[in-house]
């Protein structure tokens, strides 16, 4: 099973930018889609932002025109550049890599803390 490392979370003022980083223990290209989730306290986690190689990117309403994703086979990594941070964007930030036909695979996730 594919090992997914996030890191590049910490505590940013509202209106900044972190990148996130998801290294995977394999070629990223092995997979259909990747993607990055958040869960903030209480609340359910959700979809942020998926990416499909050589094809197309999706995002979540709260997160557009401020949030990109991106992946690099290279490195074997997936990125999220996140701008215009907000407080609500305070949550940890979940990595995810789906093969055809089996779970999901998960990483063990990074917080992301925004303040006012």
């Known amino acids: 099973q594919v090992q997914l490392v996030e890191s590049g979370g910490g505590l940013v003022q509202a209106g900044g930018s972190l990148r996130l980083s998801c290294a995977a223990s394999?070629?990223?290209?092995?997979?259909?889609?990747m993607g990055w989730y958040r869960q903030a306290l209480g609340k359910p986690r959700e979809l942020v932002a998926t990416?499909?190689?050589?094809?197309?990117?999706n995002y979540a309403d709260s997160v557009k025109g401020r949030f990109t994703i991106s992946g690099d086979s290279a490195k074997n990594t997936v990125y999220l550049q996140m701008n215009s941070l907000k407080v609500e964007d305070t949550a940890v930030y979940y990595c995810t890599a789906q093969r055809a036909g089996v779970p999901a695979s998960w990483g063990q996730g990074t917080q992301v803390a925004v303040s006012s």
């Open positions: 394999e070629s990223i290209l092995n997979f259909v889609v």
């Open positions: 990416i499909v190689f050589g094809g197309s990117t």
